[in-house]
């Protein structure tokens, strides 16, 4: 507890004299580029992986980085994506899996969350992801590669999952909304990002940018 103590006495120290004008400026209120969706572990740092700004991303975070389906469940995520795309105007939605995720070991191996009632119960709207794996690639066998590869296609899983949501639907049916998906591998800092031409992820250095950034002059809320 010490550590975050003092953490915050060094931020107030340096960090915030440094940038005061920005985090005053934020008190008129938030226009964030993307709303961010990951997992809760505590290895993953989205703003210092995306070299962002306090006001620059929106970020939700959950066990296996799950969107439950719309009306399956009203709580925080549903509020947070609505929000997002509602009141902030947001344009993209990332949704990033990580490496080595536990809550992907979880479901690849339900016994190591026996005594996880709610984790066991959350890892359901992760399903469709646990019989993908186990019907589709029962040939490999290799752990590490099999935890990869439910990594990958739980961030598929999630981004169908997240259609479910009215805002998002409409938003992308209006084409002002684009949905990413992303896998970071922690231990090496490589990003990989879903490229539905080629059924794969690739890279993410790969993938060129879009010519223009989109319009963010709304006023911010």
């Given at each position: 507890?010490?550590?975050l ?13 440094q ?8 008190a ?41 389906p719309?009306?399956?469940v009203?709580?925080?995520e549903a ?8 009141a ?42 646990r019989?993908?794996v ?33 805002s ?10 684009k949905?990413?998906g ?34 963010r ?5």
């Amino acid at each position: 507890m010490q550590k975050l103590v003092d953490g915050i006495h060094k931020f107030q120290r340096e960090s915030f004299s440094q940038d005061q004008k920005l985090f005053e400026t934020l008190a008129d209120g938030q226009n964030p580029l993307a709303l961010f969706i990951t997992c809760s572990d505590s290895r993953i740092d989205p703003s210092r992986l995306t070299q962002t700004k306090p006001g620059e991303l929106f970020i939700q975070r959950t066990a296996g980085n799950i969107v439950p389906p719309y009306g399956s469940v009203f709580a925080g995520e549903a509020a947070t994506i609505e929000y997002a795309v509602m009141a902030l105007n947001i344009r993209d939605i990332v949704i990033c899996g990580h490496s080595h995720c536990g809550a992907m070991g979880g479901l690849l191996d339900p016994d190591a969350i026996e005594n996880m009632p709610a984790v066991k119960a959350y890892l359901e709207h992760a399903e469709s992801t646990r019989r993908i794996v186990k019907e589709n690639y029962s040939h490999l066998t290799d752990p590490e590669k099999r935890l990869t590869l439910t990594v990958e296609e739980n961030v598929l899983v999630q981004l169908e999952s997240l259609r479910t949501h009215p805002s998002v639907a409409a938003a992308v049916g209006r084409n002002e909304l684009k949905l990413h998906g992303w896998v970071y591998k922690f231990e090496t800092g490589d990003v990989f990002a879903f490229n539905p031409d080629e059924h794969q992820f690739v890279p993410l250095a790969d993938i060129s940018p879009p010519e223009t950034e989109p319009d963010r002059t709304l006023p911010p809320i």
